[in-house]
């Protein structure tokens, strides 16, 4: 059964070793926030850190992985409060949002281990497929998160994840089904 560290909480996956990391994450530690997009490596939406690295989570089985440290989404920061996540918000540089994950993943590790990229850096390292096309603001944000990285700008926090009921029925107009009778009588 193997071992791994998964956003900073050791876990043991009872499945067969050679399940890639994408379906243990998943179906296993329900850890969606890292997406199926192919299956074979080339959109980038099932990025996770490993060990700092960004890498594609359905080319690596749980053998491959363990006793390495795994950060997917989730554990990226709980409150979005990353300068990333906080840039991706500010430059409107998420549009459906389905391959955002593995985009803040990617360029998570590229700030880490360069806060000044150039736009053929960031391409570079970010070599992840968004249907949307939001690679100008894209390369906007990952610069801007750059900047906040190193202290020479702020960003406004983007919401905390989450909204009540209540909220959600001010903000945005609830659709009313008609009253339809179940039976000839009604």
Same mark, same amino acid.
């Given at each position: 059964?193997?071992?791994?560290?998964?956003?900073?909480?050791?876990?043991?996956?009872?499945?067969?070793?050679?399940?890639?990391?994408?379906?243990?994450?998943?179906?296993?530690?329900?850890?969606?926030?890292?997406?199926?997009?192919?299956?074979?490596?080339?959109?980038?939406?099932?990025?996770?850190?490993?060990?700092?690295?960004?890498?594609?989570?359905?080319?690596?089985?749980?053998?491959?992985?363990?006793?390495?440290?795994?950060?997917?989404?989730?554990?990226?920061?709980?409150?979005?409060?990353?300068?990333?996540?906080?840039?991706?918000?500010? &430059? +409107? *540089?998420?549009?459906?949002?389905?391959?955002?994950?593995? =985009?803040?993943? /990617?360029? @998570?590790?590229? #700030?880490?281990?360069?806060?000044?990229?150039?736009?053929?850096?960031?391409?570079?390292?970010?070599?992840?497929?968004?249907?949307?096309?939001?690679?100008?603001?894209?390369?906007?944000?990952? &610069? +801007? *998160?750059?900047?906040?990285?190193?202290?020479?700008?702020? =960003?406004?926090? /983007?919401? @905390?994840?989450? #909204?009540?009921?209540?909220?959600?029925?001010?903000?945005?107009?609830?659709?009313?089904?008609?009253?339809?009778?179940?039976?000839?009588?009604?």
């Amino acid at each position: 059964m193997p071992r791994m560290t998964v956003n900073e909480r050791p876990l043991e996956f009872a499945m067969n070793p050679e399940t890639p990391l994408l379906w243990a994450l998943r179906d296993a530690a329900n850890l969606t926030g890292t997406k199926y997009g192919c299956g074979t490596g080339d959109c980038g939406a099932c990025m996770v850190l490993i060990d700092g690295e960004a890498l594609r989570s359905c080319l690596i089985t749980i053998a491959e992985a363990e006793g390495r440290f795994i950060t997917t989404i989730e554990g990226l920061s709980r409150d979005r409060s990353h300068p990333v996540q906080q840039a991706l918000v500010a &430059q +409107q *540089a998420i549009q459906c949002g389905f391959c955002t994950p593995g =985009i803040a993943i /990617a360029a @998570a590790a590229l #700030i880490q281990r360069n806060s000044d990229p150039s736009k053929e850096q960031i391409e570079a390292a970010v070599p992840n497929l968004c249907r949307c096309g939001v690679y100008p603001r894209l390369v906007a944000a990952i &610069q +801007q *998160a750059g900047r906040v990285s190193r202290r020479q700008e702020r =960003i406004s926090a /983007a919401p @905390a994840p989450g #909204i009540s009921g209540e909220d959600a029925a001010r903000t945005v107009p609830a659709m009313v089904a008609p009253d339809v009778g179940t039976g000839p009588e009604d």
